[in-house]
């Protein structure tokens, strides 16, 4: 799908992929790019360097995620593209608060879940569209030092493989992002963290890399390239690769950090 003219929705906007993806949207000569973040003041800046709107959204909220979609559609147009970005991370294991474990599951899954239930009917009813959901190496791989994080990310490229294995003769075109470590407020303090092995990512080429694979409507962006090897390595033998997993939690797995958004 190409991007020109195309109505494009952002969430997570503010700052780090979701500002580079804003920003990359309206280069390619999108038609109104929509802004969306909890930080309405920091959506709103981001709009207002390409032109865009901005929309103040809660995305652990179904009924916030319900609302912005029906506005938009309402006072914009129908909506092409929608970037169901937003995330956090928090760290620690099975002593993580259940209160900390359901957040990171409604705002890394359920967000993703509930933009598809209130945008994908929509979307098959004119006859197709497309979604690119962030989720992460972690989502492929693992994250040692943060279950909730690993196990979130996993779920997400479950849902968007599901989304395209269901929906794919609908119309609906389906891409998940699942980098390393990239700049961001997730990373901030953490520029050594485990992820960042490969290598530490501006957003813009993490944006360039989502634009191109949108283009080619192809399912996985994987902007460090490391991760595909890693993915084969999984599969080749189970045992060996968690063998080289416990051997990085040895190093990283007992990093504590608390909560961060994306």
Partial sequence: MELKDKICVVTGAASGIGKALAIKFAAEGAKKVVCVDLNKDGAQAVADQVGGVAYGVNVAVEQ???DMIEAVEADIGPIDLFCSNAGILVAGGMEVANDDWQRIWDINVMAHVWAARHLVPRMIA????YLLNTASAAGLLNQVGCAPYGVT?????ALAEWLALTH???GIKVSVLCPQAVRSEMTRGHEDSVA???????PEPVADACVETIRNETFLVLPHPQVLDYMRKKTENYDRWIGGMRKLNRTYGHVRNPKKEA
Avoid: Y
């Fill in 153 to 157: 990310k996993h779920a997400a490229v």
């Fill in 64 to 66: 916030e995620i319900a």
């Fill in 168 to 170: 794919g003769d609908d």
């Fill in 126 to 129: 004119r006859g197709g569209g």
């Fill in 196 to 202: 960042s092995i490969d290598g530490l990512l501006e």
